[in-house]
Structures are given as C-alpha cells and as structure tokens.
C-alpha cells in the first residue's frame, strides 16, 4: 500500500506577490529612464549621421519615445 503525503496549506499564509513586484526588482524606474534616454539619443545620433535616408523611411518618423511606452513594450514581450 502506497502512502499519498498530501501537506496542508499554511492557515495564514501570505497571497504570492504580484508579478510587477518582480518586474521592478530588475527593471528599476531610474532603469528604464535610462533605457529612454539612451534609446533617443541613439536615435538622434542615427538620424545625424544618416542625412541621406529617403523621404519615406521609417526612421524619418522616429518620435521620441517615454517610459510608458517602453513598460508597455517590454510588457507585449513578456506576455507573447
């Protein structure tokens, strides 16, 4: 006869955190402020040394982007 153990749950036991905690613990606000500013400043750089980009390029139409857009990126890769 084989013994099933079955352990019982904690009474009290503390709700599991949510997700954005662990999120925030790699991916400091003052993280992604650097992300961002880095991110445009690659992007000004690129546009400077590429004066001779066609009219239609994508990159033409670079914006600079915030930290809310970036979190939400980083969200759409996460939840693929």
């Known amino acids: 006869m084989a013994v ?3 352990p019982k749950p904690l009474p009290n036991a503390p709700p599991p955190p949510p997700p954005m905690l662990y999120f925030y613990m790699v991916f400091t606000v ?3 402020i650097e992300f961002v500013k880095q ?4 992007a000004r ?4 040394a590429h004066t001779d980009l066609p009219p239609n390029s994508r990159a ?5 982007i915030i ?3 970036l979190k939400g ?3 759409f890769g996460l939840n693929r």
């Open 30 to 32: 003052q993280l992604l």
């Open 73 to 75: 990126f980083i969200a």
């Open 45 to 48: 750089n690129f546009l400077q």
């Open 67 to 69: 930290v809310a857009e």
């Open 60 to 64: 033409r139409k670079w914006k600079n």
């Open 4 to 6: 099933i153990f079955r």
């Open 39 to 42: 991110t445009n400043n690659y």
